[in-house]
């Protein structure tokens, strides 16, 4: 079992910045993509960004140039940092990490930005 924990969320203004941290813990395959995802009341939930184990990256249109995903593959650790935050970046923002070689993921249980106009 995997279990990944969430934080950094919170309260910023417009233009403002957010890091969210999510740690992974249990039995972590070295080969498997990290990823952030986020759902806003009444929408389904959206790939943010991912990053894989040689960090190669995706990210949504909606963040290009203003997130950026990273990686610390000794501490199990993905990394979210979000710069000029807008009111439509509002959403419980999920980690989730993918293991390739047996084709399982798991999500973490969420954490909440909050941006104001």
């Known amino acids: 079992q995997v279990q990944l924990v969430e934080s950094g969320g919170g309260l910023v203004q417009a233009g403002g910045s957010l890091r969210l941290s999510c740690a992974a813990s249990?039995?972590?395959?070295?080969?498997?993509?990290r990823g952030w995802y986020r759902q806003a009341p009444g929408k389904q939930r959206e790939l943010v960004a991912t990053?894989?184990?040689?960090?190669?990256?995706n990210y949504a249109d909606s963040v290009k140039g203003r997130f950026t995903i990273s990686r610390d593959n000794a501490k199990h650790t993905v990394y979210l940092q979000m710069n000029s935050l807008r009111p439509e970046d509002t959403a419980v923002y999920y980690c989730?990490?993918?293991?390739?070689?047996?084709?399982?993921?798991?999500w973490g249980q969420g954490t909440q930005v909050t941006v104001s106009s």
């Open positions: 989730n990490i993918q293991f390739t070689a047996t084709r399982t993921g798991y």
């Open positions: 249990g039995v972590i395959l070295s080969i498997n993509t």
């Open positions: 990053i894989t184990s040689n960090g190669y990256t």
